[in-house]
């Protein structure tokens, strides 16, 4: 079994940067792929940002490239998503996800999920 553990999320005005982080226990093994995805109540879950745990590869929605950063950490196995510039638009729960499989972007490929994290940014 994985487990994944977000923190970082709260409450930052808009133009304001936040850090999340996903660490990740368990078998570990079954984690090649790492995602943040967030859903706003009401709304689907969307993806966020990915990354592939070996080669480093990286996917970002086009509402947060340039914005947002997603990276890891091979030594702890955390995944960090570095926000910037943030947006009201951006307040939602996000949650990080893993799959044992490479990158991809939709919540029906992930096997794994946290117990997701707030963030709300004030206009």
């Known amino acids: 079994q994985v487990r994944l553990v977000e923190s970082g999320g709260g409450l930052v005005q808009s133009g304001g940067s936040l850090r999340l982080s996903c660490a990740v226990s368990g078998f570990t093994r079954d984690v090649y792929a790492r995602g943040w995805f967030r859903q706003d109540p009401g709304k689907e879950p969307e993806g966020v940002a990915c990354i592939d745990n070996a080669a480093g590869t990286t996917w970002y929605a086009d509402s947060v490239k340039g914005r947002f950063t997603i990276s890891r950490d091979p030594a702890t196995n955390t995944v960090y998503l570095q926000m910037n510039s943030l947006k009201p638009e951006d307040t939602a729960v996000y949650y990080c996800?893993?799959?044992?499989?490479?990158?991809?972007?939709?919540?029906?490929?992930?096997?794994?999920w946290g117990q997701g994290t707030e963030v709300t940014v004030s206009s």
């Open positions: 996800a893993a799959r044992p499989r490479d990158i991809g972007h939709r919540v029906w490929q992930y096997n794994y």
